[in-house]
């Protein structure tokens, strides 16, 4: 059944990761670090608790976070907590970036389905997708159809009954829009709530530099409150940052219902849910969700 409610949109080609941009050091930053040690030198401040830099060292990269993540993402792209049942998926949302399909709606008009395509190519030659690529790369910035239709789409159900094909949807998910939001998160010293913000914002925005894309967002955000890395209440920051979402969201048509962030994100941080602690309860375009 098609997703009533699909609201994605992609980077346009050429996109290169945040993740690639930051450095290593984003990657690899440390407990101590995320917690925001007043001590210096990555020493543990004075009265700290030991349970204090545990709850900080857990990020949106922990697997139960990231299944939540993944529901969360999911009732708002999907209408469904399902996100797995998404691998099948494929329609053209009429948004001009030609067919969305698979878990993180990657589109053949912005070149993140190419690289899927690709991907799976080199660890499965021959398989029923490959004979795609030419029209693939032809379409690429584009809407067209050309090359694709009338077989495509269900080529593409049929290819997501391959594991192989599902783990590679995994891997270009993480890869391009996953580690790069969690991996600024923690940069920017937010916890697992501001990190998915993060997620959803790239997922939707992607990760350019056009002025309603994650980079602008973002920066349109410090510019009105610090983040927590840079001493800021991250209450504070979070709401700047979605007040600067909902205004890239409606510069366009597509995305001009900004429930996702006002009856579900907007919702958490108002409770102070920076973690993410089930239970968690919320609304996406009138539809009510629950996770244990």
Not at 2 to 24: C, E, N, Q, S
Not at 56 to 85: F, R, T
Not at 157 to 184: G, L, M, T
Not at 241 to 268: C, G, I, N, P, Y
Request: aromatic share 8%; hydrophobic share 35%; net charge positive.
């Amino acid at each position: 059944m098609p997703a009533p409610h699909r609201r994605t949109r992609r980077p346009a080609a050429g996109f290169i990761p945040h993740v690639l941009l930051l450095g290593v050091t984003l990657i690899t930053v440390s407990a101590t670090a995320y917690a925001g040690s007043s001590s210096g030198g990555g020493q543990q401040a004075a009265g700290q608790r030991p349970a204090t830099r545990a709850r900080a060292a857990v990020g949106l990269d922990d697997p139960a976070k990231k299944e939540i993540a993944m529901q969360l993402a999911s009732s708002a792209e999907n209408s469904s907590l399902d996100w797995k049942a998404q691998y099948t998926y494929i329609e053209d949302i009429r948004d001009k970036r030609g067919y969305t399909a698979g878990i993180i709606g990657f589109c053949s008009g912005t070149g993140d389905m190419l690289e899927l395509v690709e991907l799976y190519t080199r660890r499965k030659p021959g398989n029923v997708l490959a004979t795609y690529l030419p029209a693939l790369r032809q379409v690429n910035g584009t809407e067209s159809h050309a090359g694709l239709d009338p077989r495509f789409p269900a080529d593409w159900v049929k290819a997501a009954q391959d594991p192989e094909f599902r783990r590679a949807q995994d891997r270009e998910r993480d890869r391009v829009y996953f580690n790069p939001a969690v991996s600024r998160g923690k940069s920017d010293g937010v916890g697992v709530l501001g990190q998915f913000i993060y997620y959803d914002a790239i997922v939707m925005h992607g990760g350019g530099t056009d002025p309603t894309s994650f980079g602008s967002i973002r920066m349109r955000a410090l510019a009105k409150a610090k983040s927590p890395a840079q001493g800021g209440n991250e209450k504070t920051y979070l709401n700047a940052f979605l007040d600067a979402r909902v205004w890239a969201m409606k510069q366009e048509t597509a995305h001009k219902d900004t429930s996702r962030v006002d009856t579900a994100q907007r919702v958490f941080v108002r409770n102070g849910n920076f973690a993410l602690t089930t239970p968690l309860d919320w609304k996406v375009y009138g539809d009510r969700f629950h996770i244990d």
